[in-house]
């Protein structure tokens, strides 16, 4: 079972019912019960406080007014604390409260349901949000699972998180002035930070070896982007990062590895991290060499490029990367 699941296999998602209303509340428990949720009922804003904090619902149906505590309010904290931003929430509400709508709307309110309800629309907006809620809840345990691996991996091989987070970003920028989409541009984000993931297969004895490797050690480094593509694999959800991790060391003259790929047969994400990480990789402080300086890093792509790198990213890299200092040039003139 991937680790996802495992998390989050306390479904039937729990519901959080608030309304002073009796009459309301027993009608959708009623229903929402028949549809298989689990539901916790509170009658005033502070029960819906406390409750919330103690069951921790996958989804909230809250009255808007009620007495002490408002259903706008419970709203906005749900939406401002970080460990429940994303679990959704639905107003009730009667049919003159524009004013409430807005400053519901205003606090993050994901569903407005107009009373008299029709208790098949509830079921039907309850589904929809909890089918999202559950792909977010998956994508966001992958993503802090596997980052937390990554920096592991980085520290083992003497590198700070940082250089994890430079690739991603170098990677972004790169991807965006290409005119990716933004599906495209998140798999580049996830491939510069998850490419040497693999790394974790490598033993100690191997990444921390002060000599030269042999020939079976090599082997082993080598092994790293195909390592990390299947641990990041189960990620389909969207066009997950596994061609940037499982490519990120062809070359483009197709001297590289593991397939050996040439050119545009390796795919554009696996391309554009390639250079961010050599770039980022030149520039910090190794363990056997001192930090290259900038000038002579890029140098370094220059000459590579067509060779190791593909041109037209090189092009755009040391574009940006000019364009950078300049604008640095200019702001320290002025
Ligand atoms: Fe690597």
Same mark, same amino acid.
């Given at each position: 079972?991937?680790?996802?699941?495992?998390?989050?296999?306390?479904?039937?998602?729990?519901?959080?019912?608030?309304?002073?209303?009796?009459?309301?509340?027993?009608?959708?428990?009623?229903?929402?019960?028949?549809?298989?949720?689990?539901?916790?009922?509170?009658?005033?804003?502070?029960?819906?406080?406390?409750?919330?904090?103690?069951?921790?619902?996958?989804?909230?149906?809250?009255?808007?007014?009620?007495?002490?505590?408002?259903?706008?309010?419970?709203?906005?904290?749900?939406?401002? /604390?970080?460990?429940?931003?994303?679990?959704?929430?639905? @107003?009730?509400?009667?049919?003159? &409260?524009?004013?409430?709508? =807005? !400053? +519901?709307?205003?606090?993050?309110?994901?569903?407005?349901?107009?009373?008299?309800?029709?208790?098949?629309?509830?079921?039907?907006?309850?589904?929809?949000?909890?089918?999202?809620?559950?792909?977010?809840?998956?994508?966001?345990?992958?993503?802090?699972?596997?980052?937390?691996?990554?920096?592991?991996?980085?520290?083992?091989?003497?590198?700070?998180?940082?250089?994890?987070?430079?690739?991603?970003?170098?990677?972004?920028?790169?991807?965006?002035?290409?005119?990716?989409?933004?599906?495209?541009?998140?798999?580049?984000?996830?491939?510069?930070?998850?490419?040497?993931?693999?790394?974790?297969?490598?033993?100690?004895?191997?990444?921390?070896?002060?000599?030269?490797? /042999?020939?079976?050690?090599?082997?082993?480094?080598?092994? @790293?982007?195909?390592?990390?593509? &299947?641990?990041?694999?189960? =990620? !389909? +959800?969207?066009?997950?990062?596994?061609?940037?991790?499982?490519?990120?060391?062809?070359?483009?003259?197709?001297?590289?590895?593991?397939?050996?790929?040439?050119?545009?047969?390796?795919?554009?994400?696996?391309?554009?991290?390639?250079?961010?990480?050599?770039?980022?990789?030149?520039?910090?402080?190794?363990?056997?060499?001192?930090?290259?300086?900038?000038?002579?890093?890029?140098?370094?792509?220059?000459?590579?490029?067509?060779?190791?790198?593909?041109?037209?990213?090189?092009?755009?890299?040391?574009?940006?990367?000019?364009?950078?200092?300049?604008?640095?040039?200019?702001?320290?003139?002025?």
């Amino acid at each position: 079972m991937p680790l996802a699941d495992l998390l989050h296999a306390s479904w039937p998602a729990t519901i959080l019912i608030a309304d002073d209303d009796m009459g309301v509340r027993r009608v959708l428990r009623r229903a929402l019960e028949g549809a298989g949720y689990r539901v916790v009922e509170a009658r005033t804003g502070v029960q819906a406080v406390a409750l919330g904090d103690e069951e921790r619902p996958d989804l909230f149906i809250l009255d808007i007014s009620m007495p002490g505590v408002d259903g706008v309010e419970i709203c906005r904290a749900i939406k401002d /604390d970080p460990d429940t931003h994303l679990t959704p929430v639905i @107003h009730i509400t009667g049919q003159s &409260e524009r004013d409430d709508r =807005l !400053r +519901a709307l205003e606090a993050g309110s994901d569903e407005f349901v107009a009373k008299p309800f029709d208790i098949e629309e509830i079921l039907v907006r309850v589904r929809s949000l909890l089918r999202t809620k559950r792909l977010t809840d998956h994508l966001v345990s992958d993503e802090a699972v596997l980052v937390a691996l990554s920096r592991t991996v980085e520290a083992r091989d003497n590198y700070t998180e940082r250089h994890l987070y430079r690739v991603a970003d170098r990677s972004v920028g790169m991807a965006r002035r290409m005119g990716m989409s933004e599906r495209e541009i998140e798999s580049v984000r996830l491939g510069g930070l998850y490419h040497d993931l693999g790394k974790i297969a490598v033993p100690d004895r191997v990444l921390h070896k002060p000599a030269a490797l /042999d020939r079976a050690e090599y082997a082993l480094v080598r092994r @790293h982007p195909e390592a990390g593509a &299947e641990i990041v694999r189960p =990620l !389909r +959800a969207f066009d997950g990062p596994e061609a940037a991790v499982l490519h990120h060391h062809e070359r483009f003259d197709g001297t590289g590895y593991p397939y050996g790929l040439r050119g545009e047969e390796i795919p554009l994400a696996a391309r554009i991290v390639a250079v961010a990480d050599a770039f980022d990789a030149m520039t910090t402080d190794r363990p056997y060499r001192a930090a290259l300086p900038h000038d002579v890093a890029l140098q370094r792509l220059s000459d590579g490029s067509g060779e190791q790198w593909d041109p037209l990213i090189i092009e755009l890299f040391l574009a940006q990367y000019v364009g950078g200092v300049k604008e640095v040039e200019i702001a320290e003139g002025l």
